[in-house]
Nanobody, 125 residues
Framework: QVQLVESGGGSVQTGGSLKLSCAAS????????MAWYRQAPGKERELVAS???????RYADSVKGRFTISRNNVLNTIYLQMNNLKTEDTAVYFC???????????????????WGQGTQVTVSS
């Protein structure tokens, strides 16, 4: 079955860095778009960054220039390097596998998006 397992969360002070990882299994990873979302207390879940099958990336305006998303199709893992962290980055971060994409002619086989369990990131001043 499809599994997404996040790691790397923790507590840091403002200006610090963290790197999140998400290990995927149970499907053809390379063909599917992947993303990081976050949800702060009392707020809706928001898209932070996406990386597509062709390695194209997209970012929320709030994290541009500070966060970098990447994927390793050999390790079936995506990463989120977070630098210059701010208190407003505090949230639970979720890894997501989207149900679309193509890799060298092979389509993403997922029929619905999948989510990881989340990892807490806390940034204090």
């Amino acid at each position: 079955q499809v599994q997404l397992v996040e790691s790397g969360g923790g507590s840091v002070q403002t200006g610090g860095s963290l790197k999140l990882s998400c290990a995927a299994s149970g499907y053809f990873f390379s063909a599917c778009a992947m993303a990081w979302y976050r949800q702060a207390p009392g707020k809706e879940r928001e898209l932070v960054a996406s990386v597509y099958a062709d390695q194209t990336t997209r970012y929320a305006d709030s994290v541009k220039g500070r966060f970098t998303i990447s994927r390793n199709n050999v390790l079936n893992t995506i990463y989120l390097q977070m630098n210059n962290l701010k208190t407003e980055d505090t949230a639970v971060y979720f890894c997501a596998a989207d149900s679309w994409g193509t890799y060298y002619g092979r389509n993403c086989e997922l029929r619905t998006p999948y989510w990881g369990q989340g990892t807490q990131v806390t940034v204090s001043s």
